[in-house]
């Protein structure tokens, strides 16, 4: 039973090209993440949201911005894609403040490529 | 600011041989988390761990947060290739934020 659905596996996009990562999640969690993984540098936050129409700067939004205008739904816009966004995209939700104690649940990732 | 340094960074074990990984924080820990990431995948809760001293097991899977609270130990025993993947301890940066450690890539010989 997938509870965070993130729209592609895997996205073969060009350079300056405007790119959508979509993201769903269905378990009711004000929390939603965006993170780019690499290999040696782990998980990086890009932004996070803890609100409909609130949103976050993480530790790397440079480049992107994100959009949460419903509660289950979160998207991840690369304005102009460049190879060095060429990673996996992982998806997370939360509730607020860890409650139930159930951590992140995560996407199945998207890996992009930027040529 | 709070860090999560995991060890080691791979590990190559014979199939029913027991590991351990081990994360450690800069900070003290108000809530360890461990997941596990096939592969190419998302990754997948495993346990939570929030008492210092406290012991969770799941399946062959046991995690234990130490008394001080910062450091966790993830121990597998008897270990088969579908305990391959790539391993994470996650803990809370403050109210919203999420810290992950660097993780450690299992593979397990058949």
């Known amino acids: 039973d997938v509870k965070v659905t993130q729209s592609s596996r895997y996205l073969v996009k060009r350079t300056g090209e405007k790119v959508f990562l979509e993201c769903v999640q269905d378990?009711?969690?004000?929390?939603m993440f965006w993170y780019r993984q690499d290999p040696g540098l782990g998980l990086r936050l890009i932004y996070f949201s803890y609100d409909v129409k609130m949103k976050e700067k993480g530790d790397i939004p440079e480049g992107y911005s994100v959009s949460r205008e419903k509660k289950e739904r979160f998207s991840l816009i690369l304005e102009s894609a460049s190879t060095n966004q060429t990673s996996m995209y992982l998806c997370?939700?939360?509730?607020?403040?860890?409650?139930?104690?159930?951590?992140?649940?995560f996407g199945s990732g998207t890996r992009l490529t930027v040529v | 600011s709070q860090e999560l340094e995991q060890s080691p960074q791979s590990l190559i074990v014979q199939e029913g041989k027991n590991l351990t990984i081990n994360c450690t924080s800069s900070k003290t820990l108000y809530g360890l988390y461990w997941y596990k990431q096939k592969y190419g995948e998302g990754l997948i809760f495993l346990m939570m761990l929030q008492k210092g001293g406290e012991e969770k097991s799941h399946e062959k899977i046991t995690a234990k947060l130490d008394e001080k609270k910062q450091q966790s130990s993830l121990h597998i025993t008897a270990s088969q290739p579908s305990h391959a993947g790539i391993y994470l301890c996650?803990?809370?940066?403050?109210?919203?934020?999420?810290?992950f450690g660097t993780g450690t890539r299992l593979k397990v010989l058949a």
């Open positions: 997370a939700s939360s509730f607020m403040g860890g409650r139930k104690g159930i951590g992140y649940t």
């Open positions: 378990m009711d969690h004000e929390n």
């Open positions: 996650g803990a809370h940066s403050g109210t919203y934020k999420y810290i």
